[in-house]
């Protein structure tokens, strides 16, 4: 059990809450109802392979990165709680439960299941390098609904991209907030954010354009596929709880950042899929 618990740390397997209901509204919107019980069963196992690959990789990457920080140096690897070995062996895991995943579903998506894997090895060094690294890092989460279309549809229409750029909008937004835990950390060793590059007011100007783009994009998907009321108002919900979540904190006032990027991103993922949902019944 204790090796389970490092393993569910290690990954953060909560956050997955994040992409999942995105990838559930990308299958929803893609067939206009509710896709097969194989399909849902499928995208969540290749989502959970994937996110834990994702996440697993990106500790693995930047252990030394997380020592050196005092607010990282407890987790897993730096602790030295889980080996390098243990990890590397958890990432071989979790790419063959996504690619066993991926070969269940629409055959359409087999050659692209290399794509996100591949951006998951990239993610951790951009921050090395430039402080465009938060939007790789949103659409890598926008792949989420991009996938679930493809892989109950077997296309890859527009409005799929157009969810695809909200969903990653929304999280380079949120990633601009997180960036402001390690500023000053980040500018020592000398990696690159968006707030070492613009600083605390640009990263929340930032954040403010980004998702204004995600609740545009929104409104481009439900044009282009002709919903009804319900998906409306899920919108104008994501609309409504991204104002409140900048509500929560402001430059020289990030007291409530955890609040804001932890538990309202959660609630308007799951708000999101719950009005598509009711909207396509």
Same mark, same amino acid.
């Given at each position: 059990?204790?090796?389970?618990?490092?393993?569910?740390?290690?990954?953060?397997?909560?956050?997955?809450?994040?992409?999942?209901?995105?990838?559930?509204?990308?299958?929803?919107?893609?067939?206009?109802?509710?896709?097969?019980?194989? =399909?849902?069963?499928?995208?969540?196992?290749?989502?959970?392979?994937?996110?834990?690959? #994702?996440?697993?990789?990106?500790?693995?990457?930047?252990?030394?990165?997380?020592?050196?920080?005092?607010?990282?140096?407890?987790? @897993?690897?730096?602790?030295?709680?889980?080996?390098?070995?243990?990890? !590397?062996?958890?990432?071989?895991?979790?790419?063959?439960? +996504?690619?066993? =995943?991926?070969?269940?579903?629409?055959?359409?998506?087999?050659?692209? #299941?290399?794509?996100?894997?591949?951006?998951? /090895? *990239?993610?951790?060094?951009?921050?090395?390098?430039?402080?465009?690294?938060?939007?790789?890092?949103?659409? !890598?989460?926008?792949?989420?609904?991009?996938?679930?279309?493809?892989? /109950?549809?077997?296309?890859?229409?527009?409005?799929? &991209?157009?969810?695809?750029?909200?969903?990653?909008? &929304? *999280?380079?937004?949120?990633?601009?907030? +997180?960036?402001?835990?390690? *500023?000053?950390?980040?500018?020592e060793q000398g990696l690159?954010?968006w707030a070492t590059r613009?600083? @605390?007011?640009?990263?929340?100007?930032?954040?403010?354009?980004?998702?204004?783009?995600?609740? /545009?994009?929104?409104?481009?998907?439900?044009?282009?596929?002709?919903?009804?009321?319900?998906? &409306?108002?899920? !919108?104008?919900?994501?609309?409504?709880?991204?104002? +409140?979540?900048?509500?929560?904190?402001?430059p020289g006032d990030l007291?409530?950042?955890?609040?804001?990027?932890?538990?309202?991103?959660?609630?308007?993922?799951?708000?999101?899929?719950?009005?598509?949902?009711?909207?396509?019944?």
């Open positions: 059990m204790r090796i389970a618990r490092l393993y569910y740390r290690l990954v953060k397997f909560e956050h997955t809450i994040f992409a999942l209901p995105f990838a559930y509204v990308g299958a929803v919107l893609a067939v206009g109802g509710i896709p097969s019980g194989h =399909a849902l069963f499928w995208i969540t196992v290749a989502m959970v392979g994937a996110r834990s690959l #994702a996440m697993a990789l990106n500790r693995l990457i930047d252990a030394r990165i997380d020592a050196a920080n005092p607010r990282t140096a407890g987790r @897993e690897l730096p602790s030295g709680a889980l080996s390098v070995a243990a990890v !590397v062996a958890f990432c071989v895991a979790a790419l063959v439960v +996504y690619l066993v =995943a991926v070969w269940q579903l629409n055959p359409f998506v087999r050659p692209l #299941a290399p794509v996100p894997v591949v951006m998951f /090895v *990239v993610y951790p060094y951009l921050k090395r390098f430039t402080w465009l690294c938060h939007l790789w890092l949103g659409a !890598v989460d926008g792949l989420a609904p991009v996938g679930a279309w493809a892989a /109950v549809r077997g296309d890859l229409a527009w409005e799929a &991209w157009a969810l695809g750029g909200a969903v990653a909008a &929304w *999280v380079a937004g949120f990633d601009l907030f +997180y960036a402001l835990f390690d *500023v000053d950390v980040d500018q690159h954010s613009f600083g @605390e007011s640009g990263a929340f100007l930032g954040a403010r354009a980004l998702h204004l783009l995600a609740v /545009v994009l929104l409104v481009a998907v439900g044009v282009g596929l002709h919903v009804g009321v319900l998906y &409306w108002l899920g !919108v104008a919900c994501v609309g409504g709880l991204l104002a +409140y979540e900048h509500s929560l904190v402001r007291r409530r950042l955890d609040t804001a990027f932890f538990a309202m991103n959660g609630v308007i993922s799951i708000a999101f899929f719950v009005f598509v949902l009711a909207d396509v019944l």
